[in-house]
């Protein structure tokens, strides 16, 4: 079993930046692909960015250029470095861990954290 616990949420005026941290449990945390995702009230999960064990990374389009995925595997430990914060990245951040990863959408992973939240003031 695999527990993920997210910090590093805030509130921040827009422009400003946050970086979150997810600490796994898991002593095989560098075979997993590790992502995260974030939600809004009444809305589904969307991918935000992963970080595959080969050392890979992807994002979603909006986040390009600003947000930056990276994981330290001594420490168990992924990060997302979000820069230039803007209103619409509002919402509750979640660290998920993927064994058999497959896409970049939720049915992938398999471990999810409770989730930080993250509010952009205009």
């Known amino acids: 079993q695999v527990q993920l616990v997210e910090s590093g949420g805030g509130l921040v005026q827009a422009g400003g930046s946050l970086r979150l941290s997810c600490a796994s449990s898991?002593?095989?945390?560098?075979?997993?692909?590790m992502g995260w995702f974030r939600q809004t009230p009444g809305k589904e999960r969307e991918f935000v960015a992963v970080s595959l064990r080969i050392g890979s990374t992807y994002y979603t389009d909006s986040v390009k250029g600003r947000f930056t995925i990276s994981r330290d595997n001594a420490k168990n430990t992924v990060y997302l470095q979000m820069n230039s914060l803007k209103p619409e990245d509002t919402a509750v951040y979640f660290c998920a861990a993927a064994p058999y990863y497959s896409g970049n959408y939720p049915a992938s992973y398999n471990y999810w954290g409770q989730g930080t939240q993250v509010t952009v003031s205009s």
């Open positions: 898991g002593r095989t945390f560098s075979n997993y692909a």
